[in-house]
Nanobody, 124 residues
Framework: QVHLVESGGGLVQAGGSLRLSCTSSRLTLSNYAVAWFRQAPGKEREFVARISRPNGFIDYTDSVKGRFTISRDNAKNMLYLQMNNLEPVDTAVYYC?????????????????WGQGTQVTVSS
């Protein structure tokens, strides 16, 4: 079952920006740690960014630091990923995730709930 719904993907030129959004009609996202992952063709799903719960710690994978910003709006039950200065290597399907497992946050297994993903394609 799909618990989360992503939107905002698309085709953009290198150096451009996109904002991804994620919401749920079934889950209250503020009750969970939330994260963004991505999966490029032929590669494993990899961690991009996360917001912990309850402290709200934010972490990013090194390759997106200074370019991507993760945020949440609890009143709207929304999670966002602002992506600036996009590069062709950022091309992937992006997934939002939510969970509360005691597992390192960069592991796929740390999250119980996932969306179906949104495609981001960056042309050179």
């Amino acid at each position: 079952q799909v618990h989360l719904v992503e939107s905002g993907g698309g085709l953009v030129q290198a150096g451009g920006s996109l904002r991804l959004s994620c919401t749920s009609s079934r889950l209250t996202l503020s009750n969970y740690a939330v994260a963004w992952f991505r999966q490029a063709p032929g590669k494993e799903r990899e961690f991009v960014a996360r917001i912990s719960r309850p402290n709200g710690f934010i972490d990013y994978t090194d390759s997106v630091k200074g370019r991507f910003t993760i945020s949440r709006d609890n009143a709207k039950n929304m999670l966002y990923l602002q992506m600036n200065n996009l590069e062709p290597v950022d091309t992937a399907v992006y997934y939002c995730a939510a969970g509360d497992r005691i597992t390192p946050y960069y592991y796929v297994s740390a999250y119980d709930y996932w969306g179906q993903g949104t495609q981001v394609t960056v042309s050179s």
